[in-house]
Every structure is written in C-alpha cells, then in structure tokens.
C-alpha cells in the first residue's frame, strides 16, 4: 500500500474529525475567494463603463449619485438642467471639449431605462449595431442585447413607456408609442441594459401628459383645438433638430464630456463649474475611487474573518493530527517493524496535513464559485450588470498554494513526532 493510499485510510478511519476540519478549511476558503470574485467583477464592470469619459455635468446634489446615475444607471438623477445653462458645453467648437453626449432620464420600460439622447453615444462605449439603424426620429429607439433578449424585442416591435424606473402600470405613458428600429450587439457595457432614443422623445412624453393634467373638464377636451393635440404626432416624423437648436428652457439630466487633452484648463473645468454656476460637476475616477474606499472597509473585515477561519481550520488540522498520534503509536511502529524509515512515518503524516488542506480548500473554490453563480441572477437584477460564477482568477491559485502550505505547517510538528517513535519502547508498552 503506497504511502498517500494509506494517508487516505488513516484519515477516513475518524471521518467526523476529518470532516470537521475540511469544512473549517472550506468555510475559510470559500469566503476569500467569494469576495476575490465579486471585487473582480464589479471593478470590471465600473471599468468598463469608463468608457474615457472625464467629467459628467448634472444638477446639484451628491457628486457619486450623478455618476452612478448618468454613467451606471444604478441610482435616482439629481435633477435636470436646462439647455441654456449647457449649451456652451454642447458647442462643438468648444476649445476643450472633444465630445459631449446630452442624457434625458426618468422613464422606463419594464425596468428598463429609456434613456434621451444622441447615437454618438455608440461611438463612446465602442458598441456596433447587431441589426437595423441609429434611432433618428423621435420615438424610434435602439435597445441593449440584454433588453432585447429578456423582452423578446425584435425589430419593429412597439411598446409604451412608463414614468420612474419601476414597473409601475399607474405611471404608464400610454399615449407613447416607442418602436425598435435597431438592436446592439453585446459588448458587455452598460448599454446592454438601455433603450436609446432621441432627447426630444422624452420631452415630446411629458409634454404630453402635463397637457392632459392641464386639460381642465370633458367638455373643454372636446373643445380642443386637435390642431395643438396633432402636433406631439407629427413630430415623431420630423428631422430632430440639435440640442443647439431647442429653447433654452429645454431640460436634460446630464452631460458626459470627454476633453480634446488633460491641460491644465480642462483640468479646472470642474472646479471652474461647481463654484460658479448652478450646475454639478464630477470627475469619474475620484468618485469611483471614493465607492471603492467605502467598499473597502466592509470587505476588509470580511476578509480578516474569512483568514481568522483558515487559520483556526490549519490549528484544528494540527490538533487532530497531533492527538492522533497518541492513539497510532503501535500502528507507526509497526510500519517502522515492516522496513518503513523515520522519513516514511514523517512523510506519512505531512501527507496526511497536505490531503486535509488541499480537499478544503477544493470544497472552498466550489463553494465559492457555486454560490456566485447562484446570487448572479438576483445581483443582475437589482444592478443591471451580468455576474458570473464561472470566472476563473489567477488569484485562486494564491489561495491553493496557501493552503497546501498551511496544510504542511499544521502537519509538521505531529510529522516530526511521529518519526521519533522508539519501538522497542513502543512494542513493549503494547
């Protein structure tokens, strides 16, 4: 019987000990790499919907809450800004800005955001068309892969929209009439999530409703000039002006602006605006920075817990194989009767320590991955991003090399115990 076989049989003869100890070092394992997973992908996530954007333009209020809206979609708009007070922005013989992309947010479809704005925003994320056109007239929209595959939206389909970002059939806009004219292929941004139209679609939606709250009794309705009632129609069919071109009372949400060069103007943009006009402005990276902090605290304890639980699984290793030994001292004289070295029994019992430590951490990297894929649905739905468990990092090899090497720490000193048994003494006292 070779010496691994054996170390197999010594610990499967105490399978309540062994088990005790695997599910230790599993706990422990399992939690650290739970947490490398979702590090990993939620910074993959956020990094990716960088898209080189460096400053986003919005209404006063929590500079993070204006990014995580306007660039992840994942909280509440500050508020809207009028077009007059960001038309310089939108000029494009601006002397610092290379581009900037105007959003009008607030409505949604199913829970999926509408999101008003123009088609060079698909140059900015780097996303192609999968099939169809660019929206080009009001109320045409193009929709994310992930939308068009959970709604089972195809070209030419039409659907009305609703106020909020919940689903809400109390705040349906039933007078809208969205049809896709083009669906985008995957890229894994947060376009996937959108349905894209044109600024003045989402204007065109409220006007509508506030003229009908507007509309006093049934017989004033029925004297309405339908002339006035035509023109929200017709306008769907109408060449969309520039935002240049609207008055200025016009609102949109945001602005995401992406300069010509990091100069030393372009880099006091921000300060320039937040201190003298009544607009917010904020610089992507610092606020994602800031979330990563606030993260970092949380993830920081779970971490030292998860290394306090393999620490504490290595010590329950070296208690069991070290009160083994108590109980095994004929069986290791006799292997020492049989022709086995005091390098066999040293070996025996590290392999014994190593066996342990490598079946935890194995049970840990499957608990971790399964229990990923199994929250990856519920994190999809309340962020919007694709999680998966079955994502493999180079960090989990760490975590195996560790454990191999606690494994062997805690087997040491039972190891070095082991192969000074004296035999005669041994087989005397038996």
Known sequence: MNLLRLSWKNLTFKPLSTLLSIVLFALGVGLVALLFLLQKQVEDNFEKNLAGIDLVIGAKGSPLQLILSSMYHLDAPTGNISIAEVKPFLNPKHPLIETSIPLSLGDSYRTFRIVGTTPNILDFYGVSLASGKAWAQNFEVVIGNTVAQKLGL??????????????????????????????????????????????????????????????????????HDHADHDHDHASPSAIVPSLLEEPGEKEITALLIKFKGRNFQALNMQRSINENTDLQAATPAIEINRLYSLMDTGEKALRILAFVIIFVSGLSIFISLFASLKERQYELALLRVMGGSRGTLFTLIILEGLLLALLGCVFGLLLSHGGMQLFAGALEKAYGYTFSGWTFLPQEWYLVGGSLLLGLVAAIL??????????????LKG
């Open 414 to 427: 039972p190891a070095i115990k082991a192969s000074r048994t004296d035999i005669s003494e041994t087989l």
């Open 154 to 223: 195809t070209l030419g389909a039409t659907f009305s929209s609703s106020h909020g970002f919940l689903e809400d059939e109390n705040l349906g806009h039933e007078h809208t009439a969205f049809k896709v004219v083009g669906i985008l292929a995957t890229s894994g941004t947060v376009l996937d999530q959108l349905i894209l139209t044109t600024n003045q679609s989402y204007w065109l939606t409220h006007e509508h409703d506030a003229a009908s709250e507007a509309a006093p009794t049934e017989e004033d309705h029925a004297d």
